[in-house]
């Protein structure tokens, strides 16, 4: 029964390939236990697939408090410098993780919502608050609910829908290089800082919006979140820093709103979130990260580049994330990932654009022939050839084993 429940909530998208029956979702209970540690998290172990060797140590890991990129590396910030302004008292009202996620994403600052983010996640960590639930107002009725912050997140993902559209009605709004008119490092710089400050959002949409579902997705999918919400606005906040470095600042052109476009798409189905975001717009990074270490070097800016090659480095953790919570969630239904992986990318018209790092795709533990089919076709090439070359050995054995035999 509790597989049926899970494969309902799961996918709209992928129970339309499942043969087994359909129950539909009774509303799930509110979910108030409260966390204790990151050590006292329980993670199903995965049937045959491979895992990030660094995932356990990264769940493990004590709060990242390195926010500053000093000479050599990132640091602790020093007192001196401030980011942005004083946390907003609201955050100190609320009591689950889900709550204070609703408020990051209604924050509009994108320094104060990187700082939240981190403030929020150790607020949990370190307060043993529990996940909680934080859902959308089905009706005018929810406006008195006095957490009015959790409203105006909803509201908000309107706005964003908007925007959606209107950016796809003009899409040469979107600067280009030349167009920016700012020098090359920087433009590539503000372009990374867009990707990580969307990631921020897309991270604390995922715990926000599907933590209705705590007892089925468990406690360890929304630390996994929050966690990589962390990062990446840790990431964000490197990126502001070096900006500001080079004499400009987050805002200084005009940026797409592609990611928020895949996560609309993704709204009512994890698994499909799952794959969309983590699987193959995250996994773009993996690819694009050294190249574009690579032309910073080209330019002259080692710095930037350094701290692009940090980042870098570090998402292959939330790739990571995303592939075991993907092939846990498939296994939960039933259903062979390979399969739904590319099921659901047709269904939501998403396409793999290479050339794609493979090493550290197969690091993440994305396997090869998820998102190449050339792959596929190689193996099969490869094995027709062995076929062939054994039929020619045996046959050639059969003639001298012929010839061996003296007529009786």
């Not at 007892?215 to 906040?237: I, M, N, P, Q, W």
Request: proline content about 7%; some cysteine.
């Amino acid at each position: 029964m509790q597989q049926l429940k899970f494969r309902a909530m799961l996918s709209t998208a992928i129970h339309r390939f499942s043969t087994h029956p359909m129950l539909p979702l009774r509303p799930p209970r509110r979910h108030c236990r409260r966390f204790s540690s990151v050590t006292s998290i329980y993670y199903p172990p995965l049937e045959n697939h491979p895992q990030w060797s660094g995932l356990h140590h990264w769940r493990r890991s004590s709060l990242n408090n390195d926010r500053y990129w000093g000479p050599n590396g990132p640091i602790e910030k020093p007192s001196k410098i401030e980011f942005s302004s004083p946390s907003p008292p609201i955050l100190s009202s609320c009591s689950s993780l889900a709550e204070m996620g609703a408020v990051v994403l209604a924050t509009a600052d994108p320094l104060t919502k990187a700082e939240l983010s981190h403030v929020a996640y150790k607020k949990w960590r370190q307060n043993g608050l529990p996940v909680g639930v934080s859902e959308a107002p089905s009706s005018l009725l929810a406006l008195l609910n006095p957490n009015w912050y959790i409203i105006l997140y909803f509201l908000l993902l309107e706005l964003f829908a908007l925007c959606i559209t209107l950016d796809a009605c003009f899409p040469k709004r979107n600067s280009t290089s030349k167009s920016s008119g700012l020098p090359l490092n920087a433009y590539m710089l503000h372009n990374l800082a867009h990707v990580e400050l969307n990631a921020i959002d897309l991270a604390w949409d995922t715990v926000v919006r599907f933590s209705p579902y705590v007892e089925l997705l468990g406690e360890g999918f929304f630390a996994d979140f929050a966690h990589v919400a962390d990062d990446e606005s840790r990431h964000f906040t490197w990126c502001s820093q070096r900006l500001e470095e080079l004499g400009f600042s987050y805002g200084d052109m005009p940026a797409h709103s592609f990611l928020w476009r895949e996560c609309d798409k993704s709204s009512d189905n994890v698994a499909a979130r799952l794959a969309v975001i983590p699987l193959v717009q995250e996994a773009r990074g993996l690819d694009a990260g050294p190249r574009l270490v690579n032309k910073l070097i080209g330019f002259g800016d080692h710095r930037t580049s350094n701290i692009v090659a940090k980042i870098a480095d570090e998402e292959i953790a939330h790739v990571a994330v995303g592939v075991y919570w993907f092939v846990s969630v498939c296994q939960k239904m039933g259903r062979a990932p390979g399969s739904t992986f590319t099921d659901i990318l047709e269904e939501y018209g998403v396409e793999l654009k290479g050339p794609f790092n493979y090493s550290a795709r197969e690091e993440a533990g994305i396997p090869q022939e998820w998102y190449d089919p050339s792959s596929t076709n190689k193996a099969k090439n490869k094995f027709s050839e062995v076929y062939d070359r054994l039929s020619c050995i045996i046959s050639i054995e059969k003639e001298n084993s012929s010839l061996g035999k003296l007529p009786k």
